[in-house]
């Protein structure tokens, strides 16, 4: 080359315009293969993963103890303690021990008094599956563990082996060739001498791309030759999707980089508004990007966590992504013991401006809890739990950017939320109708999910929209009409048809929380057939889900429960229907501008969520997206 060909570069161009306009410039089209969950750490979900099996399988002692029967227990008390008889009354567990039956309660050991061999005192009566952690406790078969384009976690892993996922689609992580050049660079320290440099920007490269999610291809250092740089940049070309060279941007007299990437393609740009990292350059070849990098250590990470990062990210996936500690407001009360730091995991998401922390299960067995966190809430000792509207500290497990992205959900629990969940950012707070409602007027959601009966009307939501927002500018998006009913087992062998078999002493209830839609619903009808809820087993025993109700009913520790026909199908379970109610979305008017609303909105509409939806069984779609002006 003569020093005609002397590269000047004259550009200087907007950093976020150039990435804008190359990434343009480049057709990525991401594509997925299929491995071992084994494999999966670290690795992009293309798909959702819907757990196989529940976890725990089999009913399980959560306590060192005694098992008996709850039913032998009643009566006791400081002043009537009661003699148990081992293998007549009771016998001896660990923590993990399967349950059988007749017995179905533990006492802690501590609870227990040894009055003498094969026979123990206790002081307070067990209830029905006390210190009993049910079949589907952690993981229940058919929920979704991960959604599609998540990075695999240690903990997802758990939970997707303890959810019997054996393979899974991934992203295919993109081959990113690294090829450093200048005749001074050398490999090994041995060969060090004045006017040599050992290559270390090529190795931080390896361990970048490594970290980021693709597959590291580094070359040996090609002197500042045109013609072999020419050749090594072919076949870098053809073996990798993206290919980084080393040092040689500038306009220095042996930096040929930008017209061996002129010959063979196309330079974007040459020149970016960024310092250090100016004499960048983005080319294409082949359809392939091509990025020149400045060879000084801080220009080239500077320049790679700019252009190459976001690179690799979408073929994998992924938005660019940041992480940090930040400031949020809690939307339920935390509570905490003053002798230690609480970490409350958390799912976040910001509602006017604001950072909304939502307290996920604090069960100590409950691994969904971290898969499913934003981030962890650090309580400190010394302080007795944070009131609802408190302001907490949060460590993020997801970057605040997605966070930002987020439409936080509060109120009745349905599964079509998981699949509202994998199409779009939005994380779900299930709390019940009545809760979601409250939840709204605290101004801690972007959508409350309900399902409300007006008990006077047969309405459903618009009365109760207007009685607790009164002159405000509300509005209710139209969802799903769904199948409520009685959740019963295969064939139905207890014959439960109506409300009146609910007080039946062989029927054992199982209830959803207070200010749940369905226990509206189901005191509704209660009330209508003159039925005292006092004499209905179980009536007091509450889940906070569909599905929590169906396990219950599929492992037998409940009779029945009223849910949606959904769950009940996803368990191979009878289901008696009852009603066909509206499941529909409380927004405020102004949020209807928010983006984040219009994209809900859309997927509502959008056939591939009706698919999906439909493929359950139990819902209906007239109406669906519409949106209703109230006040």
């Known amino acids: 080359m003569d020093k005609m060909r002397r590269n000047i570069y004259i550009d200087n161009i907007d950093v976020d315009k150039a990435k804008e306009s190359y990434y343009r410039s480049l057709a990525i089209k991401p594509e997925w293969e299929e491995i071992d969950v ?3 750490l670290n690795r992009i979900t293309f798909e959702p993963q819907y757990a196989k099996v529940s976890s725990p399988n089999y009913n399980a002692a959560a306590m060192d103890g005694i098992l008996v029967q709850a039913s032998k227990t009643i009566g006791a008390a400081t002043t009537n303690p009661k003699i148990l008889e081992e293998d007549k009354d009771f016998t001896y567990v660990n923590t993990g021990n399967m349950v059988v039956e007749p017995y179905d309660a533990v006492i802690m050991i501590e609870d227990v008094i040894e009055v003498e061999k094969g026979k123990v005192q206790i002081l307070k009566a067990a209830h029905p599956w006390q210190h009993i952690r049910p079949i589907g406790e952690d993981i229940v078969a058919t929920e979704m563990i991960t959604p599609s384009k998540h990075k695999i976690r240690p903990i997802d892993l758990g939970a997707l082996i303890s959810g019997g996922i054996q393979k899974l689609k991934v992203y295919k992580e993109p081959k990113v060739g690294i090829l450093p050049t200048g005749t001074e660079i050398i490999e090994k320290v041995d060969r060090l001498k004045p006017g040599k440099i050992i290559d270390s920007n090529s190795r931080v490269f390896e361990a970048l791309v490594q ?3 693709g597959i590291p291809n580094r070359y ?4 500042d030759d045109y013609g072999k740089l020419k050749k090594a940049v072919l076949k870098g070309v053809k073996e990798n999707d993206i290919l980084i060279i080393g040092a040689g941007s500038s306009a220095g007299t042996k930096d040929y980089v930008v017209h061996v990437i002129e010959e063979l393609g196309e330079v974007a740009i040459h020149g970016v508004a960024l310092k250090p990292g100016k004499p960048t350059i983005l080319g294409i070849i082949d359809g392939k990007p091509v990025i020149g990098i400045p060879g000084y250590p801080v220009s080239s990470y500077i320049v790679f966590e700019t252009f190459v990062r976001p690179l690799i990210l979408k073929y994998i ?10 400031e949020a407001i809690s939307s339920k009360k935390i509570v905490s013991s003053l002798k230690n730091r609480e970490l409350a995991r958390v799912n976040l998401g910001y509602v006017d401006d604001k950072l909304v922390a939502t307290p996920l299960s604090s069960g100590a067995g409950v691994t969904m809890s971290l898969v499913k966190a934003d981030g962890i809430a650090i309580i400190p000792q010394n302080l007795e739990g944070v009131e609802a509207g408190d302001k907490v500290n949060v460590r993020l497990l997801k970057p605040l950017s997605q966070i930002k992205r987020t439409l936080v959900s509060i109120g009745s629990h349905d599964i079509i939320m998981d699949i509202l969940g994998d199409m779009m950012r939005l994380t779900s707070g299930h709390v019940g109708s009545m809760g979601g409602i409250l939840a709204m007027k605290r101004g801690e959601c972007h959508i409350a999910p309900i399902h409300l009966l007006d008990l006077e009307t047969g309405e459903y939501n618009i009365s109760y929209i207007r ?16 199948h409520q ?7 139905n062998p207890k014959n439960i048809r109506d409300f009146s078999d609910l007080t039946r002493e062989d029927i054992i209830y199982v209830n959803r929380q207070r200010g749940a839609g369905t226990r509206i619903l189901l005191d509704y009808h209660l009330g209508r057939n003159q039925i005292d809820p006092s004499i209905i087993e179980g009536y007091d025993r509450e889940f906070t889900t569909h599905m929590a109700v169906a396990t219950a009913v599929k492992t037998g520790s409940a009779t029945t429960g009223l849910g949606i026909y959904s769950a ?15 499941y529909d979305f409380l927004v405020t008017q102004d949020s209807l501008e928010d983006e984040k609303v219009k994209q809900f909105i859309n997927i509502l509409k959008s056939e591939e969520f009706k698919e999906r939806v439909d493929n359950l069984g139990g819902y209906g779609f007239e109406n ?8």
């Open 38 to 40: 084994l494999d999966s």
């Open 211 to 213: 970290e980021d999610g």
């Open 220 to 223: 040996s250092p090609v002197e």
């Open 317 to 326: 996936g992924l938005e660019e992504e940041e992480d940090l500690i930040v």
């Open 467 to 482: 009685k607790y927002f009164p002159g405000e500018k509300m509005a209710l998006i139209k969802g799903v009409k769904r």
């Open 485 to 491: 009913g009685f959740i019963v087992e295969k064939g």
């Open 568 to 582: 009940a199908k996803a368990l191979d379970l009878d289901f008696i229907n009852i009603a066909f109610e509206d």
């Open 624 to 631: 669906i997206g519409e949106v209703i002006m109230i006040g």
